[in-house]
């Protein structure tokens, strides 16, 4: 454990999981406390693009478990489960919201898929350092 490179990825591991955490929980809790957000997305968008009756079902099962996942990447458990889960929805996300709007979220577009796609590589960072870990501990 005293191997500096091994302490960096770990460091660079916790900062990263608690950014995600706070940018997760940041978006799920908004859309609880804000006006109808996650019933008019499951009944207003996704029941509309097909995945009626289902729709409000999806879009509650999305943010309680990015809720859940928050919480396991801030005390560090099961979180290759957590951001394999946070990959599929963002993926889903960018396929049913984001891919027609573009690649900009702003600036040269609106709505697009780039900060899903970073978030994505982050996710994919921490399953990575999780491996790193494990081999050189």
Not at 25 to 38: A, E, M, P, W
Request: glycine share 8%; net charge positive; aromatic share 12%.
């Amino acid at each position: 454990m005293n191997n500096p490179n091994t302490m960096t990825v770990l460091c660079s591991n916790f900062i990263l999981r608690i950014a995600l955490a706070v940018i997760f929980l940041s978006h799920s809790l908004h859309g609880i406390f804000t006006n109808n957000d996650v019933n008019d997305f499951g009944n207003l968008f996704l029941n509309k693009i097909g995945f009626a009756p289902f729709g409000n079902l999806i879009a509650w099962s999305v943010v309680i478990l990015q809720i859940i996942t928050s919480f396991l990447l801030i005390i560090n458990r099961y979180c290759k489960t957590a951001c394999a889960i946070n990959i599929f929805i963002l993926t889903a996300g960018i396929l049913t919201v984001h891919l027609r709007e573009g690649w900009f979220v702003v600036g040269g577009g609106r709505n697009g898929m780039e900060f899903s796609f970073l978030l994505i590589c982050v996710l994919l960072s921490i399953i990575i350092s999780k491996n790193y870990k494990k081999h050189v501990s």
